[in-house]
């Protein structure tokens, strides 16, 4: 029975179908493996709920056209729990225990998904490195050291999936938080296209650039979870009326006829021989399988400006966003003299050091007599970014590139220089987050036994194709179903 949580959803549904396990050994199974992890993948559990909700579950027939039902999973603490505590990853957030259920949540409920638990987050999904979080470090399952990262900010969600505790776990994607973490991890990571899955309940860091995005092990895994999340929500008014992904049944691999541009600029700034080598391989075989690969300038000026244009956009609406954040409305309270002293001490003592940089740069941006020359800027720089990449969907169907270009870096040392690799090859998966594009992280191939992935990226409203050309890419490249349990065996293949 507990191997039956190394497997794919598909494989997990069919048995159930089949009573060869029930979701409540699912359940008990998943904390279990929960509870034995080390990487400080948890903000908490959720068992007295989970295995109640698992037992409630196993006592009626599994429906056939519920492919969630009785299948445990995480979901990042930034997203509304009804009775749930729910921090955000920040000490200002301590003990709040929404009164509602975001939409995503709800609708795996409907679904018979399981929560067994909330995952850790570089505090309030500022952060690319899963170290910002008030719980501390999280780190990567595939190095029992702790010497090196998971990234962020959805940390905990990659944890929890590549450690086999779960087969899928939800995550948000602000600027690559979902699909970077994937790449260090081994895992597929995907971001829809902007308003395909409802936003509603999700603790906004920058609502343009914010997307609900997921960690799975498959590519046909993240496709079934589209099928599920991907609905029109009246309580989001960004949520689009677009028609959703057709039957991932459809998904058949055929790559004949398509074609494909690297961005020359993002391949040149990689220094890191095995992850070229690799890519270079799968870019042969995708050639051979009837597609054509060009290698195009985005325009190095261009990229070099995704890093700044980011930062000053992302920071500016965080800073307007978590406004609400003062001590009174949410927050610990202090006593004050004064509404002002409350805030004051709220925000300072609630806060790390990340977030009051953050906010002092959105803060800066947005004053008055800064906006022309920084905010709007950045606006401008993030349109022709957009631009440029419509430009390549003319006459390509998708961006492939690294989604890193290392594999996870190490805990002590990291440095973010800002170099052509840095500003490049680690922050072109933003340009997604800019023009709203669907984009997937799948496993491309591990060095020193820590994994490293290739990215797909596509125009938007083109989720069902970015899913078929992954499918084929992870067929060619042999890793689906990938985790730290299972690692060695498909290592080198």
């Known amino acids: ?23 409540l050994e699912l359940t008990k199974e998943a904390i279990k493996r929960a509870k034995a992890n080390k990487d400080n993948a948890f903000e908490c559990l959720c068992e007295e709920k989970a295995l109640l909700k698992a037992e409630e579950l196993s006592k009626v027939k599994v429906p056939e056209d519920k492919i969630l039902f009785g299948i445990p999973y995480v979901a990042k603490d930034n997203f509304s729990t009804k009775g749930i505590e729910t921090t955000g990853g920040s000490d200002i957030l301590k003990g709040y225990i929404p009164l509602f259920n975001a ?47 998971i990234g962020g900010s959805s940390c905990g969600s990659a944890v929890v999936v590549s450690d086999a505790i ?31 899955i409802s936003r509603f309940g999700l603790f906004p860091f920058a609502p343009s650039l914010d997307h609900v995005a997921y960690f799975t092990r498959s590519v046909e895994d993240a496709a079934l ?33 398509k074609k494909f541009v690297v961005l020359k600029e993002v391949y040149d700034s990689i220094t890191d021989k095995v992850i070229k080598d690799k890519f270079d391989l799968l870019l042969n075989k995708i050639k051979e399988g009837g ?42 309270f202090y006593k004050g003299n004064t509404y002002q002293d409350v805030m004051m001490q709220a925000r300072t003592k609630g806060f790390s050091p990340l977030i009051k940089r953050r906010f002092v740069i959105g803060s800066y941006s947005l004053m008055s007599e800064n906006q022309e020359e920084v905010f709007k800027r950045a606006q401008k720089v993030r349109h022709l970014i957009v631009d440029r990449a419509k430009e390549l969907y003319k006459k390509y169907d998708s961006i492939i590139c690294p989604a890193s270009p290392s594999i996870a870096p190490l805990v002590k040392g990291a440095s973010n220089q800002l170099n052509d690799t840095y500003l490049i090859a680690d922050n072109w998966l933003a340009i997604g987050n800019f023009g709203g594009f669907p984009s997937i992280t799948i496993p491309l191939g591990f060095e020193d036994d820590m994994p490293f992935g290739v990215n797909i990226t596509s125009d938007a409203f083109k989720d069902f194709e970015v899913f078929n050309e992954a499918f084929a890419m992870e067929n060619i490249l042999g890793y689906r179903d990938l985790s730290v349990l299972n690692f060695k065996d498909k290592e080198g293949k």
Not at 3 to 21: F, P
Not at 114 to 134: F, P, S, V, Y
Not at 292 to 315: C, H, N, Q, R, W
Request: charged share 20%; net charge negative; aromatic share 8%.
């Open 166 to 196: 779960v087969p899928f776990a939800l995550g948000s994607d602000t600027g690559d938080s979902v699909r970077k973490p994937a790449s260090n991890a081994g895992l597929v990571g995907y971001k829809p296209t902007w308003g395909q």
């Open 103 to 149: 939409t995503v949540i709800n609708l795996l409920e409907e679904n018979g998904a399981i929560l067994i638990g909330k995952a850790t987050l570089d505090e309030l999904a500022m952060g690319g490195t899963g170290t910002t979080c008030h719980k501390g470090i999280t780190f990567n399952p595939y190095d029992k050291t702790h010497t090196r990262l």
């Open 291 to 332: 597609s054509t690969v060009d290698f195009v300038e985005f325009g190095k000026k261009l990229l070099m400006a995704i890093y700044p244009s980011y930062i000053v956009i992302s920071s500016a609406e965080a800073t307007s966003n978590n406004a609400n954040l003062d001590g009174i409305k949410f927050g610990p």
């Open 1 to 23: 029975m507990s191997n039956y949580l190394d497997l794919s959803i598909k494989e997990i549904h069919s048995a159930l179908l089949k009573g060869e396990t029930t979701p």
């Open 225 to 257: 979870m589209f099928n599920v999340l991907s609905k029109h929500d009246e309580n989001d008014s960004t949520s689009s009326f677009k028609t959703r992904l057709d039957d991932y049944s459809k998904l058949d691999g055929n790559l004949k006829g």
